[in-house]
């Protein structure tokens, strides 16, 4: 009995371990592959190139961003009110060149679709945060089809005399399903973009452990 307990309490800490959770952190929660734009220099989408519209940005590792009017990729200063600002110069969280937004309505937004799925998904975002106003930003885990894996609001306040801060915020899924990313509402700033396809070594052992413990309960009932 005290065995099928201990099973049965391995199974539940590696389903937790497991279960999809929003992120909502000071710096990264992860490692992955990470998309700095330090590459791009002001780049504005959409835009027309020889009478075409072009509304979507190829940023290699698979992954491709688009957006709503308008956003600038390779942005190096960008002004967040309340909030403080955002520099070239950047901070151990980023550096370097980044996404900023001044979307032309208040539901705008980018997003990021990668050609293989991801388990884990973040980025470093600060917003421009009005003074004596509700604030917030939406963010979005999308499936294959499109259709909302899950989402949440977070709303970031930094000082009005700092530079270059923010949060790293995104999503940790159980499996690697989560074939888009978005951001919506409001003006901010994102750097450091950070996928990931595998699940962290810890769920592994979680895993192994609870699998283990069944295995010997088994053996236990057989005999």
Avoid: C, H
């Avoid at 060149?97 to 980018?110: L, Q």
């Amino acid at each position: 009995m005290k065995l099928a307990t201990l099973t049965l309490a391995a199974l539940m800490a590696v389903t937790s371990v497991a279960q999809a959770a929003s992120i909502d952190a000071s710096s990264a929660t992860f490692a992955g592959t990470v998309i700095d734009f330090n590459d791009f220099d002001g780049y504005l989408l959409p835009q027309f190139d020889a009478g075409n519209l072009i509304t979507s940005l190829n940023l290699g590792s698979g992954v491709t961003l688009t957006t709503t009017p308008f956003a600038v990729v390779g942005q190096n200063a960008f002004d967040l009110d309340q909030n403080g600002l955002w520099s070239v110069v950047g901070n151990g969280n980023r550096d370097g060149n980044f996404v900023s937004t001044a979307f032309s309505n208040n539901n705008g937004s980018i997003n990021f679709t990668f050609a293989t799925p991801m388990q884990q998904v973040g980025i470093f975002a600060n917003q421009n945060q009005a003074l004596f106003e509700n604030n917030s930003l939406q963010l979005l885990a999308y499936d294959f089809n499109g259709n909302v894996l899950e989402s949440f609001n977070v709303s970031i306040d930094t000082d009005v005399n700092n530079y270059d801060e923010g949060k790293f915020v995104g999503f940790a899924r159980a499996s690697a399903d989560i074939y888009g990313f978005g951001l919506s509402n409001g003006t901010f700033v994102v750097d450091n973009l950070t996928i990931s396809a595998v699940p962290e070594p810890e769920t592994y052992a979680m895993f192994l452990a609870g699998l283990g413990l069944l295995g010997a309960a088994s053996r236990r009932r057989s005999a």
